[in-house]
């Protein structure tokens, strides 16, 4: 995560680095900065919700006020504040706590893309997930980008969906309009292929489940479970249904192995012969099942 050094407090002003509970926070530690001094205002004009929000009284000196930046910053040995994003982004999404301004960071350092912004946001199901909205000169492909951020950022901090918009929405005020920001749909994706739909019983069956898990429309026998939004958890749920639906035990590994309907049928219909079962490397296989904290999750 990226800091910025932003100096010491100016004549009469007073900055503290606190916590959650208003409580002040060693050096070194980050915390919420909150500015006091004989040059704070009383409030926001007109706004008293807004006010008893982001005055609070202080915690140190009785019948005085702070304000609350919502900064995130810590403090160096020296007495400097370094600044460290803003707490309204930071987010919890399947019990991580992620700093989307870091995401936003690394993506744009991705060849063409102009602008980006990640937000979290609740699916169907009333889960959180992360989201991409970004901006190009060109058609960027999903699975291209989530590639290149695997190998920058860990797996719990790659977003579910990537949106290629136009433009980003903006307020009246040329502030992002976060508001505005579509919810992901179908071409929030691609596929590694065109679409191709189910040929037999077995793969209509597999479609259907792909669909249910994934909260999508349409699956084409192409289209991998990790690129059409899947994660952890995902994948256990759809472990389960299949083993369910197919009256055996489908291991979770197996879906690492074979992640689109496809692969997976061809896997259920006895055609990988017994070269491409040595031929895969069960070393990655773990690497990847660690990637996606499968330990989290009780299945």
């Known amino acids: 995560q990226q800091v910025n050094n932003t100096g010491r407090p100016i004549h009469n002003t007073e900055v503290l680095i606190l916590d959650a509970a208003q ?7 980050a915390g919420e900065i909150c500015i ?8 926001y004009y007109r706004q008293q919700a807004l006010t008893r929000e982001r005055f609070i009284s202080h915690p ?42 870091e995401i936003e960071s690394q993506l744009r350092h991705y060849p063409g893309l102009e602008q980006v912004v990640v937000v979290a946001r609740a699916n169907q199901a009333q889960e959180k997930e992360l989201v991409a909205y970004l901006t190009a000169g060109q058609p960027l492909a999903g699975a291209e980008l989530r590639h290149y951020l695997a190998g920058r950022l860990p797996a719990y901090m790659l977003p579910s969906h ?17 508001k505005a920001l579509p ?19 077995l793969e209509a069956q597999l479609a259907e489940l792909w669909q249910q898990v994934l909260e999508k429309q349409r699956v084409g026998l192409l289209d991998n479970f990790f690129e059409l939004g899947g994660n952890s958890l995902k994948l256990v749920r759809l472990a389960k249904r299949l083993s369910e639906t197919l009256h055996r035990e489908i291991p979770v590994p197996v879906l690492f192995q074979y992640p689109t309907i496809q692969a997976f049928s061809d896997y259920l219909n006895g055609e990988k012969n017994e070269e491409e079962e040595e031929a895969f490397d069960r070393g990655q296989l773990i690497s990847d099942m660690n990637k996606f904290n499968l330990d989290e999750y009780e299945y």
């Not at 409580?23 to 530690?29: A, F, I, N, R």
């Open 23 to 29: 409580q002040l926070l060693p050096v070194g530690v």
């Open 36 to 43: 006091g001094g004989e040059g704070l205002a009383r409030g």
């Open 60 to 101: 140190y000196r009785p019948g005085e006020q702070l304000y609350r930046t919502g900064d995130l910053g810590k403090r160096t040995p020296s007495g400097e504040v370094l600044f460290a994003g803003r707490l309204d982004h930071q987010v919890k999404v399947r019990g991580y706590r992620i700093e989307l301004g």
């Open 162 to 178: 990537f949106v290629q918009l136009a433009a980003l929405p903006l307020t009246p005020n040329g502030k992002l309009d976060r």
């Open 183 to 201: 919810a992901p749909g179908e071409m929030a994706h691609e596929p590694q292929a065109g679409y191709l739909a189910p040929a037999s019983e």
